[in-house]
């Protein structure tokens, strides 16, 4: 099935409809997308990250999870496929596609979908929209970068702080200096590096092209990304998809905070979902390298209007202690395609 998920879109499988062996498995995923031209000419990728994605869902085993959902990340140029990431748009689509094959039943109204995360061994509920026991995509909830209204997917996380790092803070740290410039190193789900556009002499407001055609800033950021990686226990990350470089500026809508993501070498469009939670994260640390930059919002449960490059995304956050308990945000998903692939 092909499915848009958030802000991202791609294929979603059952895990028994692929070979159980990863290789094998990656093999099939990289000719049914395409790869060895960035256009993926020959495949049904879409030429960019962000629609060259996979799903792999089946029923779960787990003790309070319905399903078990791996995300699979295949890079159009090379043809490359990492599990290394998770992905919060994607699984917006989750659910539904999970009901669509009846690998749980539906309520009447509302589903929830409980769903354990693979790669990043956490948890996160799906509320989808279940009227008559059917899932519906059509709905008046509207999210930033994709045209119409469609039906809410509401998400709630759990355990995603240092999910992947081990600690929200893997350094300890609210600060770290890498090659002399001041970062934050978070992981609310998504191994980010969070990084200050003026250090980098950008206003925060260039479009995600016109920052891809900077290639000084571009080896900068790659270089300091490959340190991170270390420092946030990821290792070599040089063939990996984590952490993701966030370059964060004041708001201008009104928001707490504008981003532009390295995700990691193209920009992306709007921002990841889970690194919205993270960027998030970071925001409300009063010593992070956002301090003086973002809206500061102490309450608890707090909302966090992360701005984009094509409008917003709400983070809703709880804490406990030094930590996050809880991620909560709207999305919202569509079915596409449902079909047969010839690889
Ligand atoms: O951060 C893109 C996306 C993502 C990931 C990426 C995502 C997330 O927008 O949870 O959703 O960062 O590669 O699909």
New binding site residues.
């Given amino acids: 099935m092909w499915m848009r998920g958030?802000?991202?879109k791609g294929g979603f499988f059952l895990a028994e409809d692929l070979p159980s062996n990863a290789e094998e498995r990656n093999a099939l995923l990289v000719r049914i997308m395409g790869h060895g031209d960035a256009r993926q000419i020959d495949g049904m990728g879409g030429a960019h990250?962000?629609t060259s994605?996979i799903a792999v869902v089946s029923r779960s085993a787990r003790e309070g999870c319905d399903v078990d959902y791996l995300f699979l990340?295949l890079q159009p140029d090379t043809g490359a496929i990492s599990d290394s990431?998770?992905?919060?748009?994607?699984l917006s689509a989750v659910g539904p596609f999970a009901i669509e094959r009846g690998l749980l039943t539906a309520e009447d109204g509302q589903t929830s979908v409980r769903v354990y995360m693979v790669n990043s061994e956490s948890r996160a509920d799906l509320l989808v929209q279940t009227p008559g026991r059917l899932v519906t995509y059509e709905g008046n909830a509207r999210i930033d970068g994709v045209p119409g209204s469609h039906a809410p997917v509401i998400q709630n996380y759990y355990g995603t702080a240092g999910a992947q790092c081990g600690a929200l803070l893997p350094t300890g740290n609210q600060v770290d200096v890498i090659d002399g410039t001041e970062v934050t190193l978070i992981d609310n789900?998504?191994p980010s590096v969070i990084l200050r556009a003026r250090d980098f002499g950008l206003a925060g407001t260039e479009t995600p092209a016109e920052i891809e055609a900077m290639t000084e800033l571009k080896a900068r950021i790659e270089s300091i990304r490959l340190k991170a990686g270390e420092m946030m226990r990821l290792g070599d990350v040089t063939e990996q998809?984590i952490p993701?470089m966030c370059l964060i500026s004041p708001p201008r809508n009104g928001g707490i905070i504008n981003t532009r993501?390295f995700?990691p070498h193209r920009v992306?469009e709007?921002?990841?979902?889970?690194?919205?939670a993270s960027d998030a994260a970071a925001c409300m640390l009063p010593d992070s390298v956002a301090k003086g930059i973002a809206a500061f919002n102490n309450v608890n449960p707090c909302r966090v209007d992360v701005e984009h490059p094509t409008g917003a995304l709400t983070v809703e956050l709880e804490w406990g202690g030094e930590s996050v308990v809880r991620t909560g945000l709207l999305r919202t998903a569509r079915k596409l395609m449902d079909g047969v692939v010839f690889p």
Avoid: D, F, R, W
């Fill in positions: 958030g802000t991202s990250p962000l994605k990340q990431q998770n992905c919060g748009n994607m789900g998504m998809t993701k993501t995700i992306h709007t921002v990841g979902v889970l690194a919205a």
